[in-house]
């Protein structure tokens, strides 16, 4: 006999992990306060049928109703387990039992007394495949039974039976068991079976019954159905339950977390040559990244019974989630949760497996500790620099320094940020003696000036690279080194200058972070530009002076203030002003803003505005034409000076005797000579009526001579009259 069945329970104390049903059904039992319907739902194989047999004997035992049957009545005899059975007692399928005809034959039987006992129980076993038709036919006794009638459903779709008949039962759901109750009840099997189990294979059978007490027992029997004389090994009960071997789960789990791709792709091939199926070994590994998550969570987890791993692992796992920093192990359980579900019927579950890997391999690089991370440092460095804004870098330049420091970390043999500014250099270097000269144009001594600011930087990298000839340069770039004397100048900016400039830089952040604390501020601010500080008080132009006046106010404006001083990390005041010109409030304009665009202006008008700006006229050009005047006398001059086009063809000389040339000079057919519009073509257009062609030959006779001031009516009829032979009156 089937161990689920050897060991069925014979009372609701024997029933394990059900306390939610068993107590409460006691208790009613024992009161006498018995319901003439239950229902019982749950998973399958949780004990439903079971409870319903139990509850059957509960009520006809002859000390009864009782929550502890006697055992020893006919009625406890009949109703155990294994037992004859008793007429009093009905058990049926609705599965294949669950039509009209069979509800009203039950219903017909049901008025009949008992043959012994002291109720008549019909316990009705998948309630919820009764047909429509056939739950109308049951409602009617259900909902007014004879005293001496129970029904006790058992299903596990409970919402499926209708309302009217659920109504009226008292509902009793039924759950999963959980680790440690199923882990109870096994081993209590196993010693009543007297065999020896590894205890190792207690998690493996716990995990494959899935909470189901039946599915459970039934595993187990199959396990030490194949079990030696020295019983149920670990060894034994692997491959027979499909479970991954551990070595491969451990290896997965270091290739993780060494990132090694190498290994843990090796670990695929290996997990395929052994036979295992890919949709259950991610099953595992999801498993064991649970454990190591709860293990790394909760140091106590095996002591608190967190964990259902064998304990002699307890150290293994342990060094594994040690080997996982942060909410790493969440990570890439969550990766290996969302995509176990396209191994189901794969046709290629080894290649999605694979996938799978490789996502696992970019999530624990990416959620790698700061520490960890080559060159982050740097990138921080670079960002704050850029920005001023701490370690938080915010816009494009931003963006630009961290990618110039990635650069500088990834290939070290590119150059950095000053390479740009050495380029200058080499020009001047290479070719000395034309020097002198470019010097006298005036035009280009500002460029020089900025080129030696950074020429005392490079000067000893430069020294031990170039020949000795830089050495006598010093003394002609000494010269201009006079002329750079500005530099000083630089440092006698507005103290403000920084801060506005970061303003200017991080508007759109600025008020972005505004919003977070007044959204109205925020759209308020929006057409606001910064033009320039007053001490401490940033002083913004507004347009609109009705806005202005709002954002002025106190309710807006305290709220400006504390984000803008938050952000900026100095403490401003702000004042908004009407009027966007910055030299209208005594402010010099940003030194980065862009031209305000005019839509009435073209692009080719505005670049010829602004051509003669940047022309620098040089010695060959004098003070000739620039700009757009330049551009037509040149256009003008082209068009003198172009050649007549060979391919041209000269105008058809209408009404001469001379006729047009049919060729070119060389031979070649000229091509086809567009219509005139003004001489009619020789082929009628679709809808030439004879009118169209009298006026025709009117106009022809008119510009011939042949009819002179004459009426184009009388015309019309002489015409029409020669060819008709008569005048028509």
Not at 90 to 108: F, I, K, P, Q
Not at 213 to 218: A, H, I, M, N, Y
Not at 332 to 346: K, P
């Amino acid at each position: 006999m089937a161990l689920y069945r050897k060991y069925r329970p014979a009372s609701f104390a024997e029933m394990i992990g059900q306390e939610q049903v068993t107590r409460p059904l006691s208790t009613a039992l024992d009161n006498g306060r018995v319901n003439h319907a239950y229902l019982f739902s749950g998973p399958r194989g949780t004990g439903k049928t079971s409870s319903a047999r139990i509850l059957a004997r509960s009520l006809n035992c002859a000390e009864g109703p009782t929550s502890t049957p006697c055992g020893v009545c006919p009625s406890c005899v009949s109703l155990a387990p294994g037992g004859p059975g008793n007429l009093d007692v009905t058990e049926m399928d609705a599965a294949s039992n669950g039509g009209v005809d069979e509800m009203r034959e039950l219903r017909e039987r049901a008025y009949f007394a008992p043959a012994e006992s002291r109720y008549r129980v019909f316990i009705i076993d998948e309630a919820h495949m009764i047909t429509g038709a056939g739950a109308n036919a049951l409602l009617k006794i259900v909902e007014e039974p004879p005293e001496h009638l129970v029904f006790i459903f058992a299903t596990t779709e409970p919402e499926k039976i209708i309302g009217t008949i659920r109504s009226r039962t008292h509902h009793y759901p039924f759950r999963l068991l959980t680790p440690q109750a199923m882990r109870q009840l096994v081993e209590r099997t196993v010693a009543a079976e007297g065999v020896t189990v590894d205890e190792n294979v207690y998690p493996l059978v716990i995990r494959a019954g899935g909470g189901s007490p039946r599915d459970t027992l039934s595993i187990l029997d199959q396990l030490l159905a194949g079990a030696g004389p020295e019983g149920l090994t670990y060894e034994l009960a692997l491959p027979l339950l499909g479970v991954t071997d551990l070595s491969l789960i451990d290896a997965t789990v270091d290739a993780l977390a060494s990132h090694n791709a190498a290994a843990l792709f090796q670990t695929v091939d290996d997990v395929i040559e052994a036979g295992h199926e890919p949709r259950r070994f991610a099953i595992d590994l999801l498993d064991r990244l649970r454990d190591l998550m709860i293990i790394h969570a909760v140091p106590d987890a095996f002591g608190q019974g967190l964990v259902d791993a064998p304990t002699d692992r307890a150290q293994i796992l342990a060094a594994e989630a040690d080997k996982f920093p942060g909410n790493q192990l969440a990570a890439l359980a969550t990766e290996v949760n969302e995509r176990i579900t396209s191994l189901r019927g794969a046709t290629s579950p080894r290649l999605l497996l694979e996938i799978m890997m490789a996502h696992l391999l970019g999530v624990a690089a990416g959620t790698q500790t700061p520490a960890t991370i080559t060159g982050l440092e740097e990138i921080r460095d670079a960002s704050a620099a850029a920005t001023g804004v701490g370690d938080q870098p915010r816009g494009a330049a931003a963006a630009l320094a961290a990618a110039a420091a990635v650069q500088a970390t990834v290939k070290p043999a590119s150059q950095s940020t000053p390479a740009p500014r050495e380029a200058p250099k080499p020009a001047p270097a290479r070719t000395p003696e034309p020097a002198p000269a470019a010097a006298p144009e005036p035009a280009a001594a500002p460029e020089p000036a900025a080129a030696p600011e950074p020429a005392p930087q490079p000067a000893p990298q430069s020294a031990p690279v170039s020949a000795p000839a830089p050495e006598p340069k010093p003394e002609p770039t000494s010269e201009p080194a006079s002329a750079p004397q500005p530099e000083p100048s630089q440092p006698e900016a507005e103290p403000g200058e920084d801060l506005m400039q970061r303003i200017h830089k991080e508007w759109i952040t600025l008020r972005q972070f505004v919003g977070e604390r007044n959204k109205v501020a925020e759209i308020m601010l929006a057409e606001a530009k910064p033009l320039g500080m007053e001490g401490t008080t940033l002083v913004v132009g507004h347009n609109t002076g009705a806005l202005a006046e709002r954002i002025n106010s106190e309710h807006n404006n305290k709220d400006i203030v504390a984000a803008l001083s938050e952000k900026l990390g100095t403490a401003i005041a702000v004042r908004c002003v009407v009027g966007t010109d910055p030299k209208a409030e005594g402010f010099s304009p940003a030194k980065d803003e862009p031209a305000a665009w005019n839509p009435l202006v073209s692009e080719a008008e505005a670049e010829a505005t602004e051509a003669p700006q940047k022309q620098e006229p040089t010695p060959s050009q004098g003070p000739t034409e620039t700009g757009a005047a330049a551009a037509v006398a040149a256009a003008a001059d082209a068009a003198k000076s172009t050649p007549a086009n060979p391919w041209s063809r000269p105008p058809r000389k209408v009404g001469g005797d001379e006729p047009a040339p049919a060729h070119f000079s060389d031979g070649a057919p000229l091509p086809p000579e567009p219509a005139d519009p003004d001489v009619p073509s020789e082929a009628p257009e679709p809808g030439y009526t004879r009118e169209d062609e009298e006026r025709d030959m009117v106009d022809q006779s008119m510009e011939a001579g042949e009819i002179d001031r004459r009426n184009p009516t009388e015309v019309a009829m002489d015409l029409l009259a020669e060819e008709l032979g008569a005048r028509p009156l």
